[in-house]
């Protein structure tokens, strides 16, 4: 279905590291099911616009480990372990999730993972490079609760925030704006925040992959004519294995580096991630052997030990990485 693409415009620009990937949260992670949707479709705060209605500050990190605990159980789909290998400098995710990373280290890739946090300075960002690619999530991170984009009262802070004086990071932006191409897969184009998210990005042309979405013509020509986007009907996972193959064809994949993961040097965000992750874990751990003690249902408490023991095995994994590096 991906035909009359021209190849060529796509592939030069990331040979030079001038074509950036934006992943959004429209993606099919489960037979007919987007992350978002999977993601929330058992919590009653969800409304009719696709945001959490959250009442107190605490709810918010009890759903955000619901939500890490539904991540846990997600097996990430098989076209990630062929995007991860086309050699993009920069990978943009409009979520929270942690599935593309998941694939960096199963893969044995290095790279650098950074987020976007309401209201606090950017740190500075090193250059990234095919060989050291950047992960950025722009709605926050699991782990750090406050940072992630869940209610419109998030949107609108995050809004605030990045208009105003807590800008994206300077690495990022020149790569927005110095790049060829940004390509963006699985996002809602009908929506009101993608269009405003798509402008803040500051991009100056690229490609929108769209499958069977009826676009209003009002946000069509806005998109073509206002962002310089170029619509391809072609099926999201479709277009990832054919730019897998014609990187492929071209010698430019990342190799795949599984047997030798554990001798790629962290580096110190990589290692500030883990240990944040880990103090996240053992926060979460603590909390649920609370509740084990209290519970007098014997299914319940036979759940919260399944999850006791899945949060332990995370607990050895993140310590076994940081004592190996």
């Not at 934006?22 to 992350?35: P, R």
């Not at 890739?109 to 606090?120: D, I, L, N, V």
């Not at 009826?214 to 170029?230: G, H, M, N, V, W």
């Not at 919260?304 to 076994?320: C, D, F, H």
Request: net charge negative.
């Amino acid at each position: 279905m991906c035909q009359g693409i021209h190849w060529g415009t796509i592939i030069r620009p990331l040979q030079q590291g001038k074509c950036v990937f934006v992943l959004g949260d429209d993606l099919e992670i489960e037979a007919g099911k987007n992350l978002k949707d999977f993601l929330f479709e058992d919590l009653s705060q969800k409304n009719e616009e696709g945001f959490l209605h959250l009442q107190k500050p605490k709810e918010k990190t009890q759903i955000c480990w619901r939500i890490d605990e539904k991540l846990t159980k997600i097996t990430p789909p098989s076209y990630y372990e062929k995007l991860v290998q086309i050699p993009f400098h920069t990978l943009i995710s409009l979520h929270f999730d942690n599935l593309l990373e998941r694939v960096f280290l199963e893969k044995g890739f290095a790279y650098e993972s950074h987020f976007y946090y309401k209201k606090k300075a950017a740190p500075d960002l090193p250059l990234p490079t095919a060989e050291r690619p950047l992960l950025y999530n722009l709605f926050g991170k699991l782990g750090e609760d406050e940072s992630v984009v869940l209610s419109k009262d998030d949107v609108f802070d995050f809004l605030f925030s990045i208009l105003g004086d807590f800008r994206l990071p300077k690495t990022l932006s020149q790569q927005l704006q110095e790049a060829t191409n940004v390509i963006f897969l699985g996002c809602r184009y009908n929506s009101w925040q993608t269009e405003l998210i798509m402008k803040l990005l500051d991009f100056q042309s690229g490609y929108a992959l769209f499958k069977n979405e009826a676009i209003s013509e009002s946000k069509r020509i806005f998109y073509t004519e206002k962002l310089q986007l170029e619509f391809l009907e072609c099926p999201p996972q479709e277009f990832i294995a054919a730019l897998y193959e014609q990187c492929k064809e071209r010698d430019l994949l990342r190799t795949v580096q599984k047997e030798n993961a554990t001798l790629i040097r962290l580096s110190e965000k990589e290692r500030q991630d883990l240990e944040t992750n880990l103090e996240g874990l053992l926060e979460k751990l603590s909390f649920f052997r609370e509740e084990k003690t209290l519970a007098t249902d014997v299914e319940q408490k036979f759940a919260l030990n399944k999850r006791i023991k899945q949060l332990e095995a995370e607990v050895e994994e993140i310590r076994g990485k940081l004592e190996a590096h």
